[in-house]
């Protein structure tokens, strides 16, 4: 409870508001099972000047719940602010529960319930310079900038050249967009492209894409380093300093650049980011050197090699194409994307950057510019100055003005003849020679340590980038098998376990994998991930979901849409076979996902859509009108908790399934202020439960203060459109002769409501009854006994959990045993009883056995008595059950009868196994039947024959309920009838699995309520489970096409 520090001398103060004090007052609760003292302040009355709860807007209610790092503020709930003001102490609850956006159970370790960061105490954190710009432009500069640009250009010569930049860097930077939108819409937490995607789209995508992100991650680190070794193998070679030979020291070098990244990488991300720093100052020296390089006077051994400093001549013969040995515009483009991926290096240590909202669209775009502008920069210098093929031979030098063939006309121009270069192939030129970068450059060793840079730059972010991307996947336990990796060490939450992972997965590739195949499928994962950021953006902008808010103003839903599409174009582009994996794994990874339909609600933009479609369908429907053709039973059961009456749900289920609508409804009887607190705490526990329980239905409660006024409120208000209940499905009251006559007045008037709102109506009775919520009861009781003497036994063994399992099914077995010994157990005959509810709540549950569903179709009531049986048979669990109709027929006719009967079935399309038509129902029931009636209706007779007038009036006005000896008579040959039917009943469906039968209807105003419910109890008495079904005299059966 929450106690004034102040007391006012005794007398009564609103504990919300207090005019001495300039501040709202503070509070203490001390209501902690740890004795731990909390301030928390539940007033703003120092902003309004009066008494009020109420509190100013503020950051803190906002926040997610179950925080780890930080505390929620709890605002009172409209139930505090609304209801009658009680004096005393005021409770304001100062915790909530998780929000569910951990899977585990483990609270929510969300920056958005977190406390402004201490840097002095945390982990370091990133600004967009050093955290995003830096990252991303070191892994879009890769080694495709010194290697392969020239000859990218040399093939499709710099106007088509431009086009591959130009169509690389529109793919980047409209995903660049769509990212910036997504980043902005919120706080965003680690896990990248991985945690984007996830939150935007849900687990299922979410789940799926990162998983091959961080294995595309994990392999990159393998092909950077690769590359590296290739390099430094190519210096041992040219020094003649092998270890052993190329391949095994390409391995040997590979492994020990690995265990160095790692070293870097587990030393923490300071230490990663001054690395980071390092390798770029070497790989702006190194682009620098180049554009140096090609302004320096060509040297007589440049010349030879093709590079004649800045030429106009040079410049227009290299703008057209000149593709050569089967490349294509598209293969050379394929090539050439792989470098301009890398744009998600700075979004992958989200959870590092210290305002990732601002940082990654900031940085990453500013990137994508700079890079581009270089690759774009560095290629027409090199177009401008080198000639496509050049033999590297000093003796090919001609007087200027020489006239040359073909190709070497430009550099004949300039004093060389390279026409040999067309018979022959030369190993110098733009064409040839993937070391043009090396030869142009101011200072050759320096190309070589930018080449170093870029492969270890882009293996270092791969290195880090991997692990966090997977330590987020794991945090949120999509996969469960893998939440060992979830856990973090250090002040920085660091991924050691992850790191680990990788280390070994990037050492294995480099030992034993073919990294020339494996590289278009890491190309691809990359692909995926952006179609994905694309997507995201393009979806929750289609959505138009009130939550969608980006701060990030400067993208279009289209143009997402469009960079979505382009990135599976190009995925294919690059390698169809590849793209078609890509596709496969991420296909077969979302349907294990959906399939475990993790525990998380991350309010996705599929959630969104799926509602707007939803409402879009249901208005659509609204506009057409109904057609007998497309009936279908949609029902409201009256269950109860969903819990409660097992077989009347799953036989509604077994008539609806995922086709019709199934809405299981609860009334609350009593006060609504009493009522309402444990109506809205059990609204999501029932959903849930028929969720889990795979019953695809709606659960609804109102809170009445009578029974029946409730169901009338359901009858009438239930549904949407055209997606309304049309039946009623309600189960036999099997204690209406010791029940008060309220309760049976109410039943009885349930059934003429539906009656009234032209319901169809069904009714199950089966002889064991149909409610086992004390069983329920008891149940739930024991568990929370069971966990309770299992907390006190943690606690007195010091909280520790060893043995845990094994303790808690002794201590449950213990419990048991005592709640028994104290209670007493029940009577035998209790117990039995119980234990054969408990059997037949699970009948329609399992798969029936062979045998028949008997329909006594007695009256035409629109074909509801046909057509619910006819939709069981289609049911799996019932497959096995065969159609048996009975019709009332007359004496000599049964043959006629039964022939129209198999025509109109016929023209139905309905098949059975057997008509049989009954034309003894007219005889007179035994006398056992009648007497056995008598008995039980007595107590409910007036027996006001045997009285004068005066006292028969008078005892029906004071016992208006009662069965009067007028009505008996009235209704002798309809009561007679019901007890003939049993008895027929009995001799003809006593082995069915299932019985359907015509429900009688009773006049309003002229049955007595006791009455009916005799005629309907012994219609139905001792006899298989049995449906009383009654149409609201519709057609809900054709034989028209």
């Given at each position: 409870m929450m106690e004034r520090f102040k007391s006012n001398r005794g007398a009564h103060v609103n504990s919300g508001y207090d005019p001495t004090l300039d501040e709202p007052p503070v509070y203490e609760e001390t209501n902690f099972s740890n004795e731990e003292h909390r301030a928390v302040r539940p007033?703003?009355?120092?902003?309004?000047?009066?008494?009020t709860l109420d509190r100013v807007p503020n950051i803190d209610f906002y926040r997610n719940a179950g925080s780890m790092s930080g505390q929620r503020a709890v605002r009172p709930s409209l139930q505090e602010l609304h209801d009658v003001f009680q004096k005393g102490p005021i409770s304001v609850p100062e915790t909530v529960e998780d929000d569910g956006e951990k899977s585990d159970g483990t609270p929510s370790d969300d920056l958005e319930s977190a406390a402004p960061l201490d840097l002095n105490k945390g982990g370091v954190k990133f600004g967009w310079i050093r955290g995003v710009l830096v990252r991303c432009m070191l892994n879009i500069w890769g080694v495709m900038l010194f290697i392969r640009l020239s000859w990218v250009f040399g093939q499709a010569g710099w106007g088509l050249g431009i086009v591959v930049i130009a169509l690389s860097c529109v793919v980047t930077t409209i995903t660049g967009l769509s990212m910036s939108a997504i980043c902005t819409n919120g706080v965003v937490r680690g896990g990248g492209a991985y945690y984007l995607i996830s939150r935007s789209l849900g687990p299922e995508f979410g789940g799926s894409i990162g998983l091959i992100f961080?294995?595309?991650?994990?392999?990159?680190?393998?092909?950077?380093?690769?590359?590296?070794?290739e390099t430094v193998v190519d210096l041992l070679i040219e020094h003649d300093a092998l270890m052993v030979d190329p391949t095994n020291d390409i391995r040997i070098v590979g492994c020990i650049t690995v265990v160095l990244l790692l070293g870097i990488s587990v030393a923490g991300m300071e230490w990663e980011a001054k690395a980071q720093i390092l390798l770029l100052v070497i790989l702006l020296v190194a682009i620098v050197n180049v554009f140096v390089g090609t302004a320096i006077p060509a040297t007589e051994d440049k010349k030879s090699k093709g590079f004649f400093s800045y030429q106009s001549q040079i410049f227009l013969e290299n703008f057209t194409p000149n593709f050569r040995g089967g490349e294509t515009f598209f293969s050379v483009f394929a090539i050439?994307?792989?470098?301009?991926?890398?744009?998600?290096?700075?979004?992958?240590?989200?959870?590092?950057?210290?305002?990732?909202?601002?940082?990654?669209?900031?940085?990453?775009?500013?990137?994508?510019?700079?890079?581009?502008?270089?690759?774009?920069?560095?290629a027409l210098c090199v177009s401008a100055t080198v000639v496509r093929d050049a033999t590297g031979n000093r003796n090919d030098s001609v007087p200027l003005g020489t006239y040359c063939?073909?190709?070497?006309?430009?550099?004949?121009?300039?004093?060389?003849?390279?026409?040999?270069?067309?018979?022959?192939?030369?190993?110098?030129?733009?064409m040839n020679n993937f070391q043009v970068m090396t030869m142009v450059s101011g200072f050759g060793p320096l190309?070589?340590?930018?080449?170093?840079?870029?492969?270890?730059?882009?293996?270092?972010?791969?290195?880090?980038?991997?692990?966090?991307?997977?330590?987020?996947?794991?945090?949120?336990?999509?996969?469960?098998?893998?939440h060992f990796f979830a856990k973090g060490h250090g002040k920085n939450n660091e991924p050691i376990r992850g790191y680990v992972l990788t280390f070994i997965i990037s050492v294995a590739f480099i030992l034993i994998g073919n990294l020339n195949t494996i590289a278009p499928i890491i190309s691809n994962f990359f692909l995926a991930s952006y179609a994905l950021i694309n997507f995201s953006c393009f979806h929750a902008s289609y959505a138009r979901s009130p939550g969608w808010r980006p701060a990030y103003k400067y993208y279009n839903m289209w143009l997402s849409l469009l960079g979505a599409l382009l990135c599976c174009v190009v995925m294919f582009v690059i390698n169809w076979w590849a793209a078609l994996l890509t596709y496969g794994i991420e296909i077969l990874l979302y349907i294990y996902v959906t399939v475990k339909k993790p525990n998380v609600n991350w309010g996705s933009s599929t959630q969104a859509v799926t509602f707007v479609s939803s409402v879009s369908n249901a208005l659509s429907l609204s506009g057409v009108e109904d057609h007998v053709k497309n009936f279908r039973p949609q029902i409201l059961?009256?269950?109860?908790?969903?819990?409660?009456?097992?077989?009347?749900?799953?036989?509604a289920h077994s008539f609806t399934k995922n086709y019709g609508l199934c809405i299981t409804c609860e009334v609350f009887v009593g006060p609504k202020s009493e009522v309402l607190p444990e109506m809205n705490a059990g609204m999501e526990s029932n959903q849930l439960w028929l969720v889990k329980r795979k019953r695809k239905a709606f659960y609804a409660a109102v809170a009445c203060e009578n029974f029946r006024e409730g169901t009338e409120t359901l009858l009438q208000a239930s549904g949407l459109g055209r997606?309304?209940?049309?039946?009623?499905?309600i189960g036999f009251k099997k204690n209406w002769q010791t029940a008060g006559k309220d309760e049976v007045q109410s039943y009885v008037g349930i059934l003429h409501d539906a009656f009234d709102f032209e319901y169809g109506t069904v009714m199950l009775r089966m002889d064991e009854g149909l409610d086992v919520s004390h069983i329920i009861k008891a149940e739930d009781e024991m568990l929370k006994a069971a966990k309770e003497q299992q907390e006190n036994e943690m606690m007195a063994n010091g909280g520790k959990g060893k043995g845990l399992f094994r303790k808690s099914r002794k201590s449950s077995q213990q419990v048991l045993t005592t709640r028994v010994s104290v209670n007493g157990a029940p009577p035998p005959q209790i117990a039995k009883m119980n234990e054969r509810l408990m059997e037949s709540s699970g009948l329609f549950k399992k798969k029936q056995p062979k045998g028949t569903i008997d329909v006594w179709w007695l009256f035409d009531d629109g074909g509801l008595t046909l057509l619910l049986?006819?939709?069981?048979?289609?049911?799996?669990?019932?497959?096995?059950?065969k159609l048996r109709i009975f019709i009332a027929g007359e004496p000599g006719r049964s043959e006629a009868d039964k022939e129209e009967m198999r025509s109109l079935l016929h023209k139905f399309r309905i098949k059975c196994s057997d008509i049989n038509v009954i034309d003894e129902i007219h005889i007179k029931p035994s006398g056992d039947s009648i007497r056995n009636f008598k008995e039980m209706i007595d107590p409910f007779c007036l027996h006001e024959g045997t009285k004068d007038t005066a006292q028969a009036e008078a005892m029906k006005k004071a016992h208006p309920w009662k069965i009067t000896d007028q009505e008996l008579n009235n209704f002798e040959e309809k009561t007679n009838l019901q007890m003939r039917l049993n008895e027929v009943l009995q001799e003809n469906s006593k082995s069915a699995n299932l019985i359907i039968v015509s429900m009688p209807i009773a006049r309003k105003g002229s049955v007595s309520d006791y009455l009916y419910m005799a005629w309907l109890d012994a219609l139905t008495k001792n006899l298989p489970p049995t449906l009383l079904i009654r149409g609201n005299h519709k057609s809900v059966l054709t034989f028209y096409s």
């Open positions: 007033s703003v009355m120092s902003a309004f000047g009066h008494d961080a294995f595309a991650n994990a392999v990159a680190v393998a092909m950077y380093v690769v590359g590296f070794a050439f994307f792989p470098a301009a991926t890398g744009i998600l290096a700075g979004a992958n240590i989200s959870g590092d950057l210290r305002d990732a909202q601002a940082a990654i669209p900031k940085g990453t775009l500013l990137a994508i510019l700079i890079t581009g502008v270089t690759y774009l920069g560095i063939n073909g190709s070497s006309e430009i550099a004949c121009n300039f004093g060389y003849d390279f026409s040999s270069c067309e018979v022959e192939s030369c190993k110098f030129g733009l190309i070589i340590a930018g080449t170093f840079s870029a492969t270890l730059s882009s293996a270092l972010a791969s290195l880090v980038s991997a692990p966090k991307v997977f330590q987020a996947l794991c945090k949120d336990n999509i996969y469960s098998a893998l059961t009256l269950t109860g908790s969903a819990r409660n009456r097992p077989p009347l749900l799953d036989l997606m309304k209940p049309n039946t009623l499905m049986p006819y939709i069981l048979t289609t049911r799996k669990k019932w497959k096995d059950c």
